[in-house]
């Protein structure tokens, strides 16, 4: 159970640190979008927690961070059908960035990768939705391993 919180705040601690970043929440991220209203301050990252593998030494966690924010429409008439009247790539691309600050971050910094490691590679899902207003970014999924403390005989 220590591992879990840990490795929660810790995801949520590295995110609040980026300038690029102003809420973060945690969960399904069905349910965080079903309550999300005009209080909520974009861009927000969301951590979802997928899965665990146990063995002797170690948690593994399967890690999805959603990355995202408000796409802004254009009142000028659409001209460029290739870049459209938006700003959903450009939205993309600053949450694309955000996520591989996060992780390099997880990688280097002292205060993190004594206790995590970050296994294999991260991969990264582009994605638009529409709710209310439109979203835009990036779905982030890693597995990160972390120590534990329990033992057999514990």
Known sequence: MNTYFKLRDTLKTVI????????VTSGNIANVMA?????V?????NI???SSTVEAQTISYNVTIFYLDLVDFSKDE???LFNGNDNTDDVIATQEQLSINVLRKLQRDSRFNQEFEIFGVMSLEHFE???????AGVAATLDIVLKTDMTICS
């Open 16 to 23: 609040n640190e980026e300038k690029f970043n102003n809420t």
């Open 35 to 39: 309550i999300l209203n005009k209080q």
């Open 41 to 45: 301050i974009f861009p927000l990252a």
């Open 48 to 50: 979802q927690i997928n």
């Open 78 to 80: 659409q001209t460029d």
């Open 129 to 135: 939705e529409t709710l209310k207003d439109k979203l």
